[in-house]
């Protein structure tokens, strides 16, 4: 059987503001199989963003294959739900509007959409929260619309692009939790980008570490850590340190290259 993922030897180019091309990722070959959770990390603007776009359909590849289940991506697949860092609510719908809008827009019926929309709204702890509008949640409850919002398709395959980012630290926490526990039993697979590697840990089954610009896979890294987990609980065990340290030795030395890269554009620019 076929990976619900696989990218074979993809690379893209961009086109530079001086008419040149700028290769964002070379030769990257990564498969994500059905239920699987994995992570990529790697140095800031590594390539690790475009990564999913290739996988979601929004770019296409300069060569090489992008495959989902087992066809090549030309457009946005089937099944496919994409989280980004970026709040994606509508700041004129209330919560309920805001869940339900997909399904609407593809022309679902009124009355179920809005049924499944609740459903999920109870699914992410936030009833009684449905006819609230955006400036009335806090940055948690958002990340929990969007939640409520990707699950709607109910994907097969999650991308997620740094969703949590932009939370403090005990909400991030909670927020993993709650997709580690949405997650479990659903069968879908997700590939998540991070820049925080206790986070890639804490909730993966594979880490990949990409290395500086362009990115490359470097290094596979199986996360034997039992589930269910505590992410919060997990970041003290001795089986969390010992892996982190492995990880950490093969991601820095790609971190200390990107910023040497910086340093150098920096003095030329
Ligand atoms: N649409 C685009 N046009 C031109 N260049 C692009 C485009 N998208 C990405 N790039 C370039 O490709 C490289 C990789 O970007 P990407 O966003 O994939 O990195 P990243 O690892 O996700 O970054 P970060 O860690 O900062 O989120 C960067 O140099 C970026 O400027």
């Not at 893209?12 to 001086?18: G, I, S």
């Not at 990707?150 to 999650?158: K, Y």
Request: proline letters at 5%; aromatic letters at 6%; glycine letters at 8%.
């Amino acid at each position: 059987m076929s990976p619900l993922v696989e990218l074979v030897a993809a690379t893209k180019r961009f086109p530079t503001a001086r008419g040149g091309l700028h290769t964002a990722l070379r030769d990257v070959t990564l498969s994500v199989e059905p239920g699987e959770f994995v992570a990529l990390v790697g140095p800031t603007g590594c390539g690790k963003s475009t990564t999913l776009s290739l996988v979601s359909g929004l770019q296409p590849a300069s060569s090489g294959e992008v495959r989902v289940k087992g066809r090549p991506v030309t457009a946005i697949p089937d099944g496919v739900g994409y989280m980004f860092q970026t709040d994606a609510m509508l700041p004129w719908r209330n919560v309920l509007g805001n869940v339900a809008a997909g399904p609407l827009w593809r022309g679902a019926n009124r009355r179920d959409a809005r049924d499944r929309a609740r459903e999920l709204i109870a699914r992410v702890g936030l009833s009684g929260f449905e006819s609230y509008y955006l400036h009335q949640l806090s940055g948690g409850m958002r990340k929990r619309v969007a939640l409520a919002q990707t699950l709607m398709i109910e994907p097969e395959i999650l991308l997620m692009d740094e969703p949590f980012s932009a939370l403090d630290v005990q909400t991030r926490a909670l927020m993993q939790h709650e997709l580690l526990r949405l997650w479990t039993g659903s069968g879908a697979a997700v590939l998540f980008v991070t820049h925080d590697l206790e986070e890639a840990i804490a909730l993966a089954d594979r880490v990949v570490v990409m290395t500086a610009s362009p990115a490359r896979v470097k290094d596979v890294f199986a996360i034997g850590l039992p589930r269910p987990r505590d992410v919060e609980e997990l970041r003290v065990t001795d089986g969390f340190i010992a892996i982190y340290k492995q990880i950490w030795r093969s991601l820095s030395a790609e971190v200390d290259i990107a910023r040497q890269e910086q340093k150098e554009a920096g003095r030329v620019a």
